[in-house]
């Protein structure tokens, strides 16, 4: 079956579908998949799991009812994500997760950095006996305990093919384990206006503007969570802020000198609007700062992903906007560093591996300003690139739904 006719089938297969889940009392409902996820608001990709998730199953999973069992949706989070999704319940407050664990028939913990939610897992696992599954997290070096509760789950599903393989090394053994993307390719939300009016604001015009996101190696979170300073991992940040931002520097002045797009600095968490300013607008030439702007909130999802739409690409050292451009068809380039996770591979595992960049190689780092401009001079073909990612992207996770169909349908309700 080629590429088109799978989707097709795979669209008109949950449009159409009209599975029936037998009762115990004679009656029938739609199953409920209660997702654990929604995992922190000050960052904006964070933020995006949970829609993403929640968007893909609704386009293409329609038969199921979906609980959301949150761990943060506050600072205006709820409120998006009620707009978008209206008939959404969400899980708040302990009466409402005892209810969840006995009305609800499968868990999927959604995407993330790890099993992030592992003792609220355990607890499904350990009090309902009913199935659960995991959509594309990353993972590394775990424990015992957590080795045997993936093991135990229907499917898990790892965003990047290097977590697939620690997987495997470190005995894990659930019946199902593929590369599965992040939830967050899926996001839809939009603000326009909210975005437009920045735009407008700022001589920003659609199509002629580069997006660029700056990133320490640890985040500051003792800044912007009210966690207890660590002195370590700031003197981590010191020491290499200079030789990570310096590249993004190199390729915003080419970007300005040598085409006629401007730059947007903007954040991908509530640090970063700082990091920004220090690092990237600050020690530019003041020809340069001319068509560079920086922005000096921290935004939403939808207000970020109506801005990202509008442009003609972003490049930085962040992950999850790249994820959502992505997803939207917006070419995006990724800086990754030691620091992080292996999340960063998955740009390889989708076919952006040209636009994947290690920053503690040279090699690599010099490569950044000629691809970014390459986003503006080879427009057409960075856009067939992102087109064949985002497609490949598609294909997989309809493919991994079916893994959950598959489970569902096994359920006695």
Known sequence: M???TFLQAAVTAAASSASVWAHPGGTSRKPRVLLRSSWQTVNIGDIAH??????????????????????????????????????????????????????????????????????????????????????????????????????AADFVFFRDTVSLATAKQQGIASPVMKFGPDGAFNVDLTNDEA?????????????????????????????????????????????????????????????????????????????????????????????????????????????????????????GLEMHSPIMCVGNGIPALVGRFAEQTSKGFMWRDIGLGNWLFDLD??????????????LVREREQALKQVEQARSFVRETQLRNLETLRDSLSRIQI
């Not at 310096?246 to 300005?256: F, G, T």
Request: proline share 5%; glycine share 6%.
């Open 50 to 151: 949970t829609p993403g998730v929640l968007a893909l199953l609704e386009k293409s999973f329609p038969e199921a009812e979906v609980w959301l069992w949150p761990s943060d949706i506050r600072n205006g989070v709820e409120e998006l994500l009620r707009a978008r999704f209206p008939k959404l319940k969400i899980v708040q407050g302990q009466e409402a997760i005892r209810e969840a664990l006995a009305e609800c028939d499968f868990l999927l913990h959604g995407s993330g950095p790890s099993l992030v939610a592992q003792k609220d897992v355990a607890r499904w696992h350990a009090e309902t006996g009913k199935p659960f599954g995991v959509w594309g997290i990353t993972l590394g070096e775990v424990a015992q305990s957590v080795r045997d509760l993936l093991s």
């Open 2 to 4: 080629d590429r088109r």
């Open 195 to 315: 975005a437009e009016k920045f735009l407008a604001e700022h001589e920003l015009v659609a199509g002629q503007f580069l997006c660029c996101i700056p990133r320490l190696r640890y985040t500051p979170y003792w800044k912007i969570k009210g966690r207890e300073f660590d002195a370590a991992k700031h003197a981590r940040n010191e020491e290499l802020r200079e030789h990570d931002h310096a590249p993004l520097r190199e390729a915003i002045v080419a970007v300005v000198r040598q085409t006629a797009h401007k730059v947007l600095l903007c954040p991908e968490d509530a640090s970063q609007m700082e990091v920004g300013r220090q690092n990237l607008y600050d020690p530019l030439p003041e020809d340069v700062k001319e068509r560079v702007v920086w922005r000096e909130n921290y935004w939403l999802t939808d207000e970020a992903l109506s801005t990202y739409r509008r442009s003609a690409g972003l490049f």
């Open 361 to 374: 190689i040279a090699k690599e780092r010099d490569a950044i300003q000629p691809a970014v401009l390459s």
